[in-house]
T-cell receptor, first 112, second 118 residues
Framework: GENVEQHPSTLSVQEGDSAVIKCTYSDSASNYFPWYKQELGKGPQLIIDIRSNVGEKKDQRIAVTLNKTAKHFSLHITETQPEDSAVYFCAASPGTASKLTFGTGTRLQVTL | SAVISQKPSRDICQRGTSLTIQCQVDSQVTMMFWYRQQPGQSLTLIATANQGSEATYESGFVIDKFPISRPNLTFSTLTVSNMSPEDSSIYLC???????????????FGPGTRLTVL
């Protein structure tokens, strides 16, 4: 089955700096890669996703890149703000059965 | 996105008892899923709740422990049976929304049910 690794497990940045979180996956059949943000006491919130027919996708301060050859994808947050502090999860899916395999999560702390 | 609600939001239960968690969606969806998130951990898929048929369980999860109902396209329940402290987790319902033929889908999560078993 699919295995998703995520790094780093914790990340601390100063407000205004950029943050990068990286994930690798094992199943070459995976073609859908969402990112979720989970704030304390809440369910995961879908913030951006990418499908295997594109290499990069951007939404305001958030961008995701995908390298299918290397089987890795990354989340980039620019101009970080304190409200970006949360746990971020990457996931991968073959797209046929909607079954998401999640990474282990990254706790992002944005300090003033 | 879909609006998903779960009941209860949290509960504290005694070992040996059972708890049924409800998941309600504001629109009809084909696919509904149940995940478990142990304290400080990632999300693990328990099962896919199929409307009109038995749920499909992932390796390590069995129907006797986690019976699931899916009576219609907007509602599902997960029961955690004969609970032990190891069942203390957040239980999350999620739904899939199709974006269109050949485009793909997105998956959205409910707020979760925080279960503590004493």
């Amino acid at each position: 089955g699919e295995n998703v690794e995520q790094h780093p497990s914790t990340l601390s940045v100063q407000e205004g700096d950029s943050a990068v979180i990286k994930c690798t996956y094992s199943d070459s059949a995976s073609n859908y890669f969402p990112w979720y943000k989970q704030e304390l006491g809440k369910g995961p919130q879908l913030i951006i996703d990418i499908r295997s027919n594109v290499g990069e996708k951007k939404d305001q301060r958030i961008a995701v890149t995908l390298n299918k050859t290397a089987k890795h994808f990354s989340l980039h947050i620019t101009e970080t703000q304190p409200e970006d502090s949360a746990v971020y999860f990457c996931a991968a899916s073959p797209g046929t059965a909607s079954k998401l395999t999640f990474g282990t999560g990254t706790r992002l702390q944005v300090t003033l | 996105s879909a609006v998903i609600s779960q009941k209860p939001s949290r509960d504290i239960c005694q070992r040996g008892t059972s708890l049924t968690i409800q998941c309600q969606v504001d629109s009809q969806v084909t696919m509904m899923f149940w995940y478990r998130q142990q304290p400080g951990q990632s999300l693990t898929l328990i099962a896919t709740a199929n409307q009109g048929s038995e749920a499909t369980y992932e390796s390590g999860f069995v129907i006797d422990k986690f019976p699931i109902s899916r009576p219609n396209l907007t509602f599902s329940t997960l029961t955690v049976s004969n609970m032990s402290p190891e069942d203390s987790s957040i239980y999350l319902c999620s739904v899939e929304r199709l974006l269109g033929q050949g485009i793909g889908y997105e998956q959205f999560f409910g707020p979760g049910t925080r279960l503590t078993v004493l």
